[in-house]
Protein backbone atom coordinates (compact mmCIF):
# COMPACT_ATOMS: atom_id res chain seq x y z
CA UNK A 1 0.00 0.00 0.00
CA UNK A 2 1.47 3.86 -1.25
CA UNK A 3 0.86 6.14 1.71
CA UNK A 4 2.68 9.66 1.37
CA UNK A 5 3.73 12.08 4.03
CA UNK A 6 5.87 15.43 4.00
CA UNK A 7 9.61 14.58 4.14
CA UNK A 8 12.71 17.29 4.31
CA UNK A 9 13.39 17.94 0.92
CA UNK A 10 17.02 16.83 1.75
CA UNK A 11 15.87 13.73 1.86
CA UNK A 12 13.87 13.21 -0.94
CA UNK A 13 15.79 15.73 -3.45
CA UNK A 14 18.89 12.71 -4.24
CA UNK A 15 15.97 9.54 -5.06
CA UNK A 16 14.49 12.64 -7.52
CA UNK A 17 17.73 13.68 -9.13
CA UNK A 18 18.31 9.77 -9.59
CA UNK A 19 14.96 9.39 -11.44
CA UNK A 20 16.06 12.11 -13.38
CA UNK A 21 19.54 10.97 -14.59
CA UNK A 22 17.75 7.60 -15.30
CA UNK A 23 15.21 9.29 -17.35
CA UNK A 24 18.24 10.94 -18.83
CA UNK A 25 19.75 8.52 -19.46
CA UNK A 26 16.78 6.43 -21.25
CA UNK A 27 16.21 9.31 -23.49
CA UNK A 28 19.60 10.70 -24.67
CA UNK A 29 22.85 9.20 -26.05
CA UNK A 30 24.61 11.22 -24.14
CA UNK A 31 23.73 12.08 -20.54
CA UNK A 32 23.62 15.57 -20.29
CA UNK A 33 24.95 17.02 -16.89
CA UNK A 34 22.94 19.27 -14.97
CA UNK A 35 25.62 21.75 -13.87
CA UNK A 36 23.26 23.77 -12.24
CA UNK A 37 25.08 27.17 -11.05
CA UNK A 38 23.51 30.11 -9.88
CA UNK A 39 24.81 33.34 -11.85
CA UNK A 40 24.60 36.98 -9.86
CA UNK A 41 25.21 39.94 -11.62
CA UNK A 42 25.09 43.50 -9.62
CA UNK A 43 25.00 46.83 -10.94
CA UNK A 44 27.41 49.66 -8.88
CA UNK A 45 27.98 53.40 -8.35
CA UNK A 46 30.75 53.64 -6.63
CA UNK A 47 30.84 51.07 -3.60
CA UNK A 48 26.96 51.62 -3.53
CA UNK A 49 24.81 48.45 -5.51
CA UNK A 50 22.10 49.83 -7.69
CA UNK A 51 20.63 46.66 -8.97
CA UNK A 52 21.21 43.37 -10.70
CA UNK A 53 20.23 40.18 -11.88
CA UNK A 54 19.97 36.51 -10.24
CA UNK A 55 19.65 33.36 -12.97
CA UNK A 56 20.67 29.67 -12.65
CA UNK A 57 22.51 28.08 -15.38
CA UNK A 58 20.92 24.53 -15.96
CA UNK A 59 21.89 22.29 -18.89
CA UNK A 60 21.78 24.63 -21.87
CA UNK A 61 19.35 27.17 -19.94
CA UNK A 62 19.63 30.31 -18.33
CA UNK A 63 16.65 31.30 -16.04
CA UNK A 64 16.48 34.87 -14.72
CA UNK A 65 14.99 34.64 -11.54
CA UNK A 66 15.32 38.54 -10.66
CA UNK A 67 16.07 41.50 -12.46
CA UNK A 68 15.62 44.95 -10.41
CA UNK A 69 17.21 48.41 -10.77
CA UNK A 70 16.84 51.54 -8.06
CA UNK A 71 13.86 53.47 -8.85
CA UNK A 72 16.59 56.48 -9.78
CA UNK A 73 18.79 54.61 -11.92
CA UNK A 74 16.02 53.27 -13.95
CA UNK A 75 16.18 55.26 -17.90
CA UNK A 76 20.07 54.82 -18.14
CA UNK A 77 20.03 50.87 -19.96
CA UNK A 78 21.52 49.38 -16.61
CA UNK A 79 18.65 46.86 -16.94
CA UNK A 80 19.12 45.96 -20.07
CA UNK A 81 23.27 45.67 -19.99
CA UNK A 82 22.45 43.24 -16.95
CA UNK A 83 20.41 41.71 -19.85
CA UNK A 84 23.54 41.65 -22.31
CA UNK A 85 25.66 40.55 -19.25
CA UNK A 86 23.77 37.22 -18.71
CA UNK A 87 23.43 36.65 -22.75
CA UNK A 88 27.49 37.21 -23.26
CA UNK A 89 28.04 34.67 -20.51
CA UNK A 90 25.33 32.21 -21.93
CA UNK A 91 26.67 32.40 -25.66
CA UNK A 92 30.37 31.50 -23.98
CA UNK A 93 28.92 28.44 -22.20
CA UNK A 94 26.27 27.31 -24.92
CA UNK A 95 23.38 28.16 -23.86
CA UNK A 96 20.13 27.72 -26.13
CA UNK A 97 18.11 29.88 -24.42
CA UNK A 98 17.22 32.50 -21.79
CA UNK A 99 14.22 32.16 -20.19
CA UNK A 100 12.43 34.27 -17.52
CA UNK A 101 8.94 35.38 -16.12
CA UNK A 102 7.61 39.04 -15.09
CA UNK A 103 4.31 40.19 -14.42
CA UNK A 104 1.81 42.39 -15.78
CA UNK A 105 3.06 45.40 -13.40
CA UNK A 106 6.52 45.10 -14.24
CA UNK A 107 8.49 44.93 -17.12
CA UNK A 108 6.70 43.17 -20.15
CA UNK A 109 7.37 45.89 -22.75
CA UNK A 110 11.30 45.81 -21.32
CA UNK A 111 11.34 42.34 -22.03
CA UNK A 112 10.14 42.64 -25.29
CA UNK A 113 12.22 44.86 -26.45
CA UNK A 114 15.22 43.39 -25.56
CA UNK A 115 14.16 40.63 -27.98
CA UNK A 116 12.51 38.31 -25.66
CA UNK A 117 9.50 36.55 -27.09
CA UNK A 118 5.96 35.88 -25.04
CA UNK A 119 5.33 31.90 -25.04
CA UNK A 120 3.16 31.64 -22.60
CA UNK A 121 0.37 33.87 -19.86
CA UNK A 122 -1.44 32.60 -17.01
CA UNK A 123 -3.80 34.81 -15.53
CA UNK A 124 -4.81 35.62 -11.67
CA UNK A 125 -1.45 34.34 -10.86
CA UNK A 126 -0.16 35.06 -8.38
CA UNK A 127 -3.23 36.80 -7.12
CA UNK A 128 -6.51 37.91 -8.66
CA UNK A 129 -6.26 40.67 -11.30
CA UNK A 130 -2.64 40.16 -12.11
CA UNK A 131 -0.79 38.18 -15.13
CA UNK A 132 2.17 36.21 -15.31
CA UNK A 133 3.81 36.19 -18.66
CA UNK A 134 6.70 33.32 -20.03
CA UNK A 135 9.12 34.68 -21.70
CA UNK A 136 11.85 33.20 -23.78
CA UNK A 137 15.32 34.07 -26.18
CA UNK A 138 16.84 31.68 -28.41
CA UNK A 139 20.87 32.66 -28.41
Known amino acids: MINFKKVEQGTLESTINDIFKEQN ?3 F ?3 LERHAEVIAIG ?4 EK ?3 GII ?3 EYQNIH ?4 AVSNEYR ?3 IGSQLLMEIEKLGRESGIIN ?4 TRSYQAVEFYKKAGFSVFGTLDDMPMQGVTKYYFNKRL
Open 29 to 31: EET
Open 43 to 46: AYDG
Open 75 to 77: GQD
Open 55 to 57: AKK
Open 25 to 27: EQH
Open 64 to 67: VSML
Open 98 to 101: LTLT
Open 49 to 51: IIG
